[in-house]
């Protein structure tokens, strides 16, 4: 009995759909475009002004291999080449929590913002997950603003330089984002 009304309403909920995504393509009037950006993160410790600080950690952090529990905040440079005086491409504003107890493994939540060129005053959200004990690191880019309105996408990352002594680290970002 219900089958017909059923039915009905699928076909309705499927126009909706087929409705609201030809909307959405119009109102923008514009292709989806790819863009590749490609810089280097520099996150400094060692200086009287380090781009990255620990806010928070649990009862046991230090006490833990992994560090689990400790949340950073970090406002780290984002470069055109390795160099850290080169080309200020943007900065990475956010935060990060060391969120695993068997490895060294990020939960990373962090605004690209962009202060160059034709994306100077975008940004990017990335929203993910960096084992520290893998060479190459996947996120997926959540959103973004101005340019990057709708933007999706992943950022692939990987340490071009660690120091140990002080945690100093320039880190290789490629990001492929789709957007209009
Ligand atoms: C930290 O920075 C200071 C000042 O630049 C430098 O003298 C010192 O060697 C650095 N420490 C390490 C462990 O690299
Ligand atoms: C963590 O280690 C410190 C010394 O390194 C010790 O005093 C403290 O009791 C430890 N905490 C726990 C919860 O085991
Ligand atoms: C704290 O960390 C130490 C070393 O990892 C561990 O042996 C101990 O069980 C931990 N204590 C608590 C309360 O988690
Ligand atoms: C980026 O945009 C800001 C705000 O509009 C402006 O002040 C700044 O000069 C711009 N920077 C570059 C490099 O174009």
Same mark, same amino acid.
């Given at each position: 009995m219900a089958t017909f009304p059923l039915s009905l309403s699928f076909i309705s909920i499927l126009l909706i759909i087929t409705f609201s995504t030809n909307a959405t393509a119009s109102k923008l009037g514009k292709e989806e475009t790819e863009t590749h950006l490609h810089f280097y993160l520099h996150e400094i410790? /060692?200086?009287?002004?380090?781009?990255?600080?620990?806010?928070a950690q649990g009862p046991n952090t230090s006490n833990h291999s992994t560090a689990f529990g400790a949340v950073l905040v970090i406002d780290d440079m984002l470069t +055109?080449?390795? /160099? @850290? /005086?080169? +080309?200020l491409i943007g900065k990475a504003q956010g935060m990060y929590a060391l969120s695993s107890q068997e490895d060294r493994s990020l939960l990373f939540v962090v605004n690209l913002v962009f202060l160059q060129g034709? %994306?100077?005053?975008s940004s990017l959200a990335v929203l993910g997950m960096i084992p520290?004990?893998?060479p190459v690191r996947e996120m997926p880019v959540i959103g973004g603003t101005g @340019? %990057?309105? %709708?933007a999706r996408g992943y950022v692939l990352t990987q340490a071009y330089e660690f120091d140990v002594a002080t945690g100093d680290s320039i880190i290789e970002y490629d990001v492929h984002v789709l957007h209009y």
């Open positions: 410790f /060692n200086d009287t002004e380090p781009s990255a600080v620990l806010v +055109k080449t390795p /160099n @850290r /005086n080169s +080309k034709e %994306f100077n005053g520290l004990s893998s @340019r %990057f309105r %709708f």
